[in-house]
Structure formats: structure tokens, C-alpha cells
T-cell receptor, first 109, second 116 residues
Framework: AQRVTQPEKLLSVFKGAPVELKCNYS??????LFWYVQYSRQRLQLLLR??SRESIKGFTADLNKGETSFHLKKPFAQEEDSAMYYC???????????FGTGTRLQVFP | EAGVTQFPSHSVIEKGQTVTLRCDPI?????LYWYRRVMGKEIKFLLH????????ESGMPNNRFLAERTGGTYSTLKVQPAELEDSGVYFC??????????????FGNGTRLTVT
């Protein structure tokens, strides 16, 4: 069965500290992995996807097929990074997403 | 470009009543999805339209839920009769048809449904 696991419900760090939001998945084929973010009073929006291999707002995520992980990292957290982060996967050639339960990131000044 | 819009933003109804949620996708997006987040749980897929056709409704919880997309534009999701466990945030998302690979989904703000 396809599943996305985000083990942390809440992650609290101070501004300037490194951040790693964990995501593990189970899927037998070749998935596409995404990170979506929801800032306070805003809609859920795409942060980054593994095929793009981009750094968005200082965040990066590397797909590790051996560990079936897609952890989201940022070396220096900012207060404006405080939000709800969802890891998600889809099968190739379909947009249907399977989400994790989300991790709330709190960045304190 | 106007984003995905959902109406209403909040709805509070009593158990046994009927509620209809509406989603207007981004113009030109043939894919339309409904998702639901129940408190403390993951965002779960409900169903997927391609234009006016239901492509996948495997996530619909039971026959109290009815989704339509007449004309392939906006979509409605009706819950009748509502039960307490239907409370949650209902998200709509849309994406264009793509010739290959996956398109990112564009989400609406969601409708928060509370059944009392």
C-alpha cells in the first residue's frame, strides 16, 4: 500500500537553526515526491518537487530511494518559515496525491 | 490568474442536515480533485474528475457523499445526511491535463465543515 509518514507533528526551532522535516514513504513503483506548505491563513501550495531538484526559499529535499525518504532541509530557519508542511507522493503520470499527516514548524525569534 | 475558489469557507450544520460545497477550479484546468482533512489526520483523497467524468472515486467514504461536475467547470460535493464524523476541512484542487509526467495541484482555501 502507498503511504507517507511524517513522524513529527511539531518541530520547534530558533531562528538561524538548521531544520530537517522528516518524510518516509512506502511505494512499490517509482513515485514522484512533493513538499506542500500551508502558511497561516493561506492556501496549501507547492513548495518543491523532487524532479525539479531546486532550492525554494532555501529549502531542499533529496529523494533517497534506499531509505525511502524525502526529508526537507534548510540550513538556517527564518521566522517566516513557520507553517504546516505536508509531504506527498504521486504515482508516475497521475496527479493524485497521497499526503502525510503534516508537520507544524515553529520558528522562534 | 484567479486561483481555485471554494464556497462556503465555513459551514456549521446539525447532524442529519444536508450541506453542499462548491469548488471553482482555475479556468482551463480539466483535472479537479476533492480532498478532506479530518482533525489530526492526513489529507485524504476523495475523488478525481477529468472534465465532467469521474476518473477515480475510490476515496469517497460512503453513499452519503455525492460529487458532481456538470459541464466540466465547477464542482459540488453534497453530504446528505451529514454525520458527526464528516467534520473536517474539505479541499478542492485543480491541475491542467498534461501529456506526460505530473502537474502540481493548485489548492483552494478549503471549506471547514462542522457537524454538531
Amino acid at each position: 500500500a502507498q503511504r507517507v509518514t511524517q513522524p513529527e507533528k511539531l518541530l520547534s526551532v530558533f531562528k538561524g537553526a538548521p531544520v530537517e522535516l522528516k518524510c518516509n514513504y512506502s511505494y512499490s513503483g517509482s513515485p514522484e515526491l512533493f513538499w506542500y506548505v500551508q502558511y497561516s491563513r493561506q492556501r496549501l501550495q507547492l513548495l518543491l518537487r523532487h524532479i525539479s531538484r531546486e532550492s525554494i526559499k532555501g529549502f531542499t529535499a533529496d529523494l533517497n530511494k534506499g531509505e525511502t525518504s524525502f526529508h526537507l532541509k534548510k540550513p538556517f530557519a527564518q521566522e517566516e518559515d513557520s507553517a504546516m508542511y505536508y509531504c506527498a507522493l504521486s504515482r508516475y503520470n497521475t496527479d493524485k496525491l497521497i499526503f502525510g499527516t503534516g508537520t507544524r514548524l515553529q520558528v522562534f525569534p | 490568474e484567479a486561483g481555485v475558489t471554494q464556497f462556503p469557507s465555513h459551514s456549521v450544520i446539525e447532524k442529519g442536515q444536508t450541506v453542499t460545497l462548491r469548488c471553482d477550479p482555475i479556468s482551463g484546468h480539466d483535472n479537479l480533485y476533492w480532498y478532506r482533512r479530518v482533525m489530526g489526520k492526513e489529507i485524504k483523497f476523495l475523488l478525481h474528475f477529468v472534465k465532467e467524468s469521474k476518473q477515480d472515486e475510490s476515496g469517497m467514504p460512503n453513499n452519503r457523499f455525492l460529487a458532481e461536475r456538470t459541464g466540466g467547470t465547477y464542482s459540488t460535493l453534497k453530504v446528505q445526511p451529514a454525520e458527526l464524523e464528516d467534520s473536517g476541512v474539505y479541499f478542492c484542487a485543480s491541475s491542467p491535463l498534461s501529456t506526460g509526467g505530473n502537474s502540481p495541484l493548485h489548492f483552494g482555501n478549503g471549506t471547514r465543515l462542522t457537524v454538531t
